[in-house]
């Protein structure tokens, strides 16, 4: 009896050990990243046992950031950037006056309600002809790479005048890798389905 006590405490124990140190261990993790090329962010991740998140099983995710700089990435799609937001059953991510690549993003939200439903994305941003025609110069491949010559064939060369760009998005997670599921806006006429996938990976990527 006594040695079931004994294991029964140090039980106890573990998951108190575990609620204190493993949330914020993931927190300061997932601030770092995001803040590796300057901004400020803060992220707060609800778990309860916290020892969930040792298998990749949580509550909530909440991510507010300002002043992020962000790497676009141009795979063709297969890498599971969406690993780390996917173990949370609830995400609530936003993010104010970021750069991703060429374009100024004055705010982006990516949010879901339950691990059921997919991704909805919102960017309001904007994009000269001037930051195009440089990113455009650029080796970049796959779809997105695509995108950017297009727009960029149809911005005036040079122009510092800024081309505005909303998107409105569903984006639903297969084993870590974004699809797009429905997309509202485009940039010149062109639709925006590789711009609002390439943001999203670029800062679920940093989680």
């Known amino acids: 009896m006594r040695r079931?006590?004994?294991?029964?405490?140090?039980?106890?124990v573990l998951l108190i050990l575990s609620q204190l140190f493993v949330p914020p261990y993931l927190e300061h993790r997932a601030e770092k990243r995001l803040t590796s090329k300057g901004g400020?962010?803060?992220?707060?991740?609800?778990?309860?046992?916290?020892?969930?998140?040792?298998?990749?099983?949580?509550?909530?995710?909440?991510?507010r950031g300002e002043g992020?700089?962000?790497d676009l990435l141009h795979g063709n799609g297969s890498e599971r950037v969406f690993g780390e937001l996917d173990r949370f059953?609830?995400?609530?991510?936003?993010?104010?006056?970021?750069?991703?690549?060429?374009f100024a993003v004055r705010q982006v939200t990516l949010a879901r309600q339950s691990a059921d439903d997919p991704y909805a994305l919102v960017i309001s941003a904007s994009v000269t002809g001037r930051a195009l025609s440089s990113y455009a110069g650029r080796e970049i491949a796959g779809p997105f790479g695509g995108l950017v010559g297009r727009i960029a064939s149809g911005a005036v060369p040079f122009s510092s005048e800024p081309i505005p760009v909303e998107v409105d998005a569903d984006i639903r997670s297969r084993g870590?890798?974004?699809?797009?599921?429905?997309?509202d806006g485009s940039v010149l006429g062109v639709s925006a389905g590789p711009l609002a996938k390439t943001i999203a990976s670029a800062i679920a990527g940093r989680l």
Do not use: T
Not at 4 to 12: E, K, M
């Open 176 to 183: 870590g890798r974004p699809e797009i599921e429905h997309v």
């Open 4 to 12: 079931l006590l004994y294991v029964a405490a140090g039980i106890v």
């Open 89 to 102: 059953d609830e995400a609530d991510v936003r993010i104010q006056r970021m750069s991703a690549g060429p």
């Open 68 to 70: 992020l700089h962000v």
């Open 40 to 63: 400020r962010a803060d992220v707060s991740i609800d778990a309860v046992p916290a020892a969930r998140l040792l298998f990749h099983d949580g509550s909530k995710i909440r991510v």
